[in-house]
């Protein structure tokens, strides 16, 4: 029986009025889970401006800084091309 946290999920919307308080949630909710590795979960993802990327290279940045990496799961099309557009994409690669 595996004790694992599930991923973390990123919310539905992502934007310059909700990315700090979503960098704050998504912090507290990738804590949950022990080991080297964590998982965030992007599918729900529908409504994002660059602060979803700012908020993402923050995460690792912290994640980084504890040991740890970060993986994120089903990246939405439109965040991969933003990624490239702002060239963090091997960063963040999905």
Do not use: I
């Not at 949630?25 to 990327?53: C, M, N, R, T, W």
């Not at 740890?68 to 990246?75: A, C, F, G, L, P």
Request: glycine content about 6%.
């Amino acid at each position: 029986m595996s004790t694992a946290a599930a991923p973390a999920a990123l919310p539905s919307q992502v934007t310059l009025a909700n990315a700090g308080q979503t960098l704050v949630e998504l912090k507290q909710a990738l804590s949950h889970q022990a080991g080297p590795v964590v998982v965030l979960d992007a599918a729900s993802l529908s409504v994002f401006d660059s602060s979803a990327v700012a908020v993402l290279l923050e995460l690792r940045r912290q994640l980084r800084a504890e040991g740890k990496t970060m993986q994120v799961s089903h990246w939405p099309r439109r965040l991969e091309s933003l990624m490239e557009l702002y060239g963090v994409n091997g960063l963040l690669a999905p």
